[in-house]
T-cell receptor, first 114, second 114 residues
Framework: AQSVAQPEDQVNVAEGNPLTVKCTYS??????LFWYVQYPNRGLQFLLK??????LVKGSYGFEAEFNKSQTSFHLKKPSALVSDSALYFC????????????FGSGTRLQVQP | EADIYQTPRYLVIGTGKKITLECSQT?????MYWYQQDPGMELHLIHY???????EKGDLSSESTVSRIRTEHFPLTLESARPSHTSQYLC?????????????FGQGTRLTVV
């Protein structure tokens, strides 16, 4: 079975500071990893994904994520946070065979203070 | 902006009523999904489909049913709504045969059963 853990319910960061939202995963075989963002009363929006290749993946709105196979992690990062980045962030995983739908983590609320 | 639409956006109904939540996508995606999400909480997969006439139950027993008669349409039906069904329902779709493609989400339907 595949699973995702987001150990922090909430992350607080000051505007302009770097941010990290943590994610670890468990899956059979090679993982496909995704980050989504959700604003209030909206669906999820895709941010970025890791499939293969370079461990540092760049995505929308200046976000990037680092894949670490030995630590089974896929942390989301941004060098300089904006107040408008405040939202709910979800990490998701699927196995390379695509046998199941995406499995999502429990979500991390990011709060960026002015 | 993804071409996946959910109606209605908001719905308040009485206990015992039968309701159908609509989801349509114009991207020609074979895979479609329904997730249930309490506000600000994690997503739970309740149904998915890999194509026409293919449906599977997800991880959460939601007492709902789905059908997939056409590629673009994946409605979710509650035969007898209960207050415990109060939640947000998110529909998503992705390409078939490629586990590395991201899912696109609709805006969601916020259901309240009174």
């Amino acid at each position: 079975a595949q699973s995702v853990a987001q150990p922090e319910d909430q992350v607080n960061v000051a505007e302009g500071n770097p941010l990290t939202v943590k994610c670890t995963y468990s899956v059979s075989g090679n993982p496909y990893l995704f980050w989504y963002v959700q604003y209030p009363n909206r669906g999820l929006q895709f941010l970025l994904k890791y499939i293969t290749g370079d461990n540092l993946v760049k995505g929308s709105y200046g976000f990037e994520a680092e894949f670490n196979k030995s630590q089974t992690s896929f942390h989301l990062k941004k060098p300089s946070a904006l107040v408008s980045d405040s939202a709910l962030y979800f990490c998701a995983v699927s196995d390379s065979m695509g046998r199941r739908a995406l499995t999502f983590g429990s979500g991390t609320r990011l709060q960026v203070q002015p | 902006e993804a071409d996946i639409y959910q109606t209605p956006r908001y719905l308040v109904i009485g206990t015992g009523k039968k309701i159908t939540l609509e989801c349509s996508q114009t991207m020609g995606h074979d895979k479609m999904y329904w997730y249930q999400q309490d506000p600000g909480m994690e997503l739970h997969l309740i149904h998915y489909s890999y194509g026409v006439n293919s449906t599977e139950k997800g991880d959460l027993s939601s007492e709902s049913t789905v059908s997939r008669i056409r590629t673009e349409h994946f409605p979710l039906t509650l035969e007898s709504a209960r207050p415990s069904h109060t939640s947000q329902y998110l529909c998503a779709s992705s390409e078939k045969g490629a586990a590395n493609t991201e899912a696109f989400f609709g805006q969601g339907t916020r259901l309240t059963v009174v």
